[in-house]
Structure formats: structure tokens, C-alpha cells
């Protein structure tokens, strides 16, 4: 048995990503009325990087997703000394600080990759895993799923994972560009987590069960020529083909001069018998990171029953 | 019976936009080497606006295809006082100045809209027109067709238009990304357009013909809040819809608060019996150009017999 403590409230971030629309759009519209409300907590909605969103990229200096770092955060910099997303972190650290623990934050993304919706949460926080399934019930087979994020990354540079809370990546769209489907999933995924809260702090058991969610294993870079442009692509086998699984013979890169790639080739790691699934396959901004897909596994985690404490 | 000249050399340009990846990534192919040959003229090809490349962005402080203007070309400006595009449209038009108009140009762009294959040509171009025909009918039904603009564009301001030649536009793929699908696409395109010129430049005659095609008559904006901001999207029956006839009762986009734009809606300019074609159904780098898709009619342009003069 886990106690939960009763939210107080919910931060919904839209635009941590200047260029990734559903998020800016449907925080723009809850802003704009009628707002998003839930029924046991407030709700506030909060636009992330304004001079990304305006210039319409991910972002102005550098990744706001990132910058959530002890090292930022306390820096002894002044202001004009720092670039727009370290400022930015910074105050919304200070606006958002919880010391409490009663408050819950909903970071909203999209990727050109075929993701459909995924939930992106930290593995050990019970309270976020049973949210997951609560979501994940809603929508048809294979359109969510749960990508868990170990400890290293609960002490990490994003805002979501500075605080509690869920990313909710939704895909496939490109920046830039809204797609009224994609917006639609991310709603609904929102409205769920909402709902899920509602749930909670009124005192709703959630049974102990077991969930499936998948876990980073490594990622795979592009081939590169000797300026480091890329000297290949995504092999159309896999373009689209997130969360399917692999195996060492599958054809993932395909170089421009037609030779094939498999995934033996780019790693050793991956077992004979084993099977690793592929995400955030052709993701733009990943370009510049170094990241033409990641490998991940799965997994199944027993969740305890989940109750408010009171 | 149009007679037509030996095209001595072939500019095939990527990057025009830094953002659009399979022309960019076809061009460093082909300059990296193997290089890309034509068995009766010269192929060079250029990666057009370097900087944007660089930054994979549409451009660095204009939009590259907006700047091959008389006033631009001819400016009395000294460089350091032109924005980086300007001095690039300068740079360019020196180095591909046609006087003998044995030159064609073969610019590579993409589009995140659901285009598939659109080559768009100046329509009093029976030559590029015949070369159209021959590349679409490599193709199966629905993949590849032809945007005619008129005379107005002619006289334009992109490359392609001051000179000779052909714009080969494909997608759905998003900005920054390399989609195998598309590349393949467009380099077998570009292959076909070689294949017609050494035929051309051969002595083949092509036989009079009649071609469909597709003309711009009207562009629609995305519906517009007090800011400027979107209030709608496109509505989900549009999209991915590109060529596929609306009528006035279609819904074209989705306001924030859950209402249905018709067609109706939105221009007065559509009979009650016409049907008319959506194209650029979504692109990315039309949002700020104010134009969530435009309508197109279709053609039928009768060609005459085309044959080498010699």
C-alpha cells in the first residue's frame, strides 16, 4: 500500500519547445478561455520559452528542457549574464518552487517521430505509474505507452523531473505545425491526468496491478561523414516503426550510397534471442544531439495499491 | 511543332531552404561523389543558401526564394549593407547568368504537406512542360503532379523562375528530417529530368500531347486571434487531403473551440458545381505567410510536338 499526499495543484507547461505546437496551442486556448479546471485542485496553465514560441524554434540559446541544473539554478551569474533559457529556468523554478510536495506538473511535447502518445515518468514514483495506466486504459491497444525513467534521471535537467510530475509526447507532427489529431490525443491525455488527480484527492483506491513500459537502453547516432554531416538515413524499414520490435538482422540505417545498415552493425549489446524496440525514430531535434533512434526494452513494474493519505 | 535548344549544363540546387532535407543531402551526395552525370550536357550541383544549411533553418534573415528580384540583382547596395540571402541571390545569379538559354535549373524542395511528388513549372514552358509528362508517367497514379503558374511568376523572384527549369517539391516530411521515402522519391525524379534532356538533346521528338495540371487560384489563412496567434487549425478531414477535390460543404478547419469551417466559410470564390483541390495542405513555413492551404483548379494544357533544333 502506497498513500498518496492530495494534490493541490497542476501546472500544464506548453512550449518548453518553441516549435512544438500542441502544447503552445492548447495552453494559448486554456489561457485564452474557458479554462481548464479540475474539480479537487486548481489548475495553471503556463506558456514555457515565449521567444522560442515567437521565433517559432525549440529554442533561442539553448534547450530549456536541459537547463533545470543545480549548477543553473543557484548560480551566483546575474541575470544579464545568462542566456534566456538559464533566466527562464530559473524563474519558473522560483514561481513553481514546491516544497510541499502538493503540486504535480504536466510538461507538454510532440516529436516527429511515430510515437502516438507517450508518457514519459519517473520509475519510481508510484503515484505518476498509476496515472500512466489510468491514461493508457482510455485509448486502443498500441496507441500509449510508458516510457519510465530511471534514477539518474530523477535528478536530472528537466523541469518535470526537478518537480513531480509527466511528460506527455505526442507524435507524429512536425515542428512547426499543428495536426488537429495530434492536439486531440494530447487533450485527452491531459483531461485523463486531470480526472486521475480528481480521483485521488477524493479518496479513490487504485488496486495494486502490474504495468508494461519500456526503458532507454542506448542510442543510435547517424552514420557521419568527416564534417559530420550525416552520411546516411533512417532505412525505411524502420521509418514510423516505433515501438515494434527488433532484432540484430533488421535494417535500420541506410547509408546514401545504398548499403544497408543493420542493427548488429551499429551494437553489439543486443542479444541473439533478445528483442529491443526502436523510439524516437527520425526525431528533428535529435539531429543535432547525435540521436537517429533510441533502443529500448521492456518491462513490467507491480504497482501497489494506491490510496490518499487522510 | 515547338522546336528547342541543346541544354548545355543542368544546375541542380538543394537548400534553397536550409531546412529541406533530401535536396540538401542529394546535393552533398552528389558533390561528395559518385557524381551525378547526364550523358549529353554538364550537372552541377549547388547547395544554394549555405548559412540556412548550417543552422537547418528555412533561411538566416530572408527567405532565399523570395530575393532573385530585378531591384535585388540590380541593387547599387554594397554587400555589407544586404541581408545574407540578398548578397546570396546576387552570388548566385552572377555565377548561373543565362544569356543562350541552353541552361536549366533544377531546384529540390520539400514541403511538410501531403504532396507527394508536385512539379511546379512555368505553363508557357512547352519543353519543361513535355519534360513534366515524361517524368509523371514513370510514376504510378497520384504520386506526381504538375503545378502550372502563370505568366505573374514568370516574372518572379525565385531562381527557378528567372531562369529555365523545374521545381521539384515533395514531402509529407518534416523540417530537419530526411525521410528514405522522400529522397527516393526526388532523385528519381531528378534522374528522369536528365533522362530528358539526353533524349531531347538526342533528337527524340516528343509527340504532341495533352497533360493534366493544376493552377493556384486562392490562398486560405489559418482563422486568426486579436494577436495574430492561430484560433484553428485545419480540420482533420483536410488533413493529408492535398488533391483530392473539396466542394463547398467540405470542412476545412477546426476553430480551438470545436467549431467546423466549410469551405463555404471561408471563400465566396467557389461555385456550387466546381470542385477545387487543396494543396499545401499544412506547411510548416506558410504559417507565417499567413496560409493554412491554397486551392488550386485543374487543366488540361495541350502540348505541341517537341523536337531539337538542328
Redesign the interface.
Known amino acids: 500500500m502506497e498513500t498518496s499526499v492530495k494534490i493541490e495543484d497542476v501546472i500544464v507547461l506548453g512550449g518548453t519547445h518553441g516549435d512544438e505546437m500542441s502544447g503552445v496551442?492548447l495552453v494559448?486556448?486554456w489561457l485564452?478561455g474557458p479554462p481548464l479546471t479540475a474539480e479537487t485542485c486548481e489548475v495553471n496553465p503556463y506558456l514555457c520559452n515565449v521567444e522560442a514560441i515567437k521565433l517559432?524554434?525549440r529554442y533561442k540559446d539553448c534547450d530549456l528542457n536541459r537547463q533545470f541544473t543545480e549548477e543553473n539554478l543557484k548560480s551566483a551569474l546575474a541575470d544579464g549574464e545568462l542566456s534566456y533559457e538559464v533566466k527562464r529556468a530559473r524563474e519558473m523554478n522560483e514561481k513553481f518552487a514546491d516544497t510541499s510536495g502538493t503540486r504535480f506538473v504536466v510538461d507538454l511535447h510532440n516529436t516527429?517521430s511515430n510515437s502516438q502518445l507517450c508518457l514519459i515518468v519517473d520509475d519510481l514514483d508510484n503515484f505518476t505509474l498509476h496515472m500512466c495506466r489510468y491514461i493508457q486504459q482510455a485509448f486502443p491497444k498500441d496507441v500509449c505507452r510508458i516510457l519510465m525513467l530511471g534514477g539518474g534521471v530523477i535528478n536530472g535537467d528537466t523541469l518535470c523531473m526537478v518537480k513531480r510530475g509527466i511528460t506527455i509526447e505526442v507524435g507524429?507532427q512536425?515542428?512547426?505545425?499543428?495536426?488537429?489529431?495530434i492536439?486531440?490525443l494530447q487533450e485527452k491525455a491531459v483531461k485523463l491526468s486531470l480526472e486521475f488527480i480528481d480521483k485521488c484527492n477524493k479518496g479513490v483506491c487504485f488496486d495494486s496491478c502490474q504495468i508494461d513500459g519500456y526503458t532507454r537502453s542506448k542510442k543510435v547516432d547517424f552514420p557521419r561523414?568527416s564534417h559530420g554531416?550525416?552520411a546516411g538515413?533512417?532505412?525505411?524499414n524502420l521509418?514510423d516503426q516505433d515501438w515494434k520490435p527488433l532484432t540484430r538482422s533488421s535494417k535500420v540505417l541506410?547509408m546514401?550510397n545504398g548499403d544497408d545498415v543493420t542493427l548488429r552493425d551499429v551494437t553489439d549489446d543486443v542479444g541473439v534471442e533478445e528483442s529491443v524496440y526502436p523510439m524516437f525514430v527520425?526525431e528533428?531535434?535529435y539531429?543535432?544531439k547525435g540521436i537517429a533512434f533510441y533502443l529500448a526494452n521492456k518491462t513490467c513494474v507491480t504497482l501497489p495499491t494506491l490510496k490518499l493519505n487522510n
Chains 1, 2 share one sequence.
Open positions: 496551442c494559448r486556448k485564452n517559432c524554434r516527429t507524429p512536425p515542428q512547426g505545425v499543428l495536426r488537429a489529431d492536439i486531440d561523414d554531416d550525416i538515413m533512417i532505412h525505411q521509418q541506410r546514401f527520425n528533428a531535434a539531429y543535432e
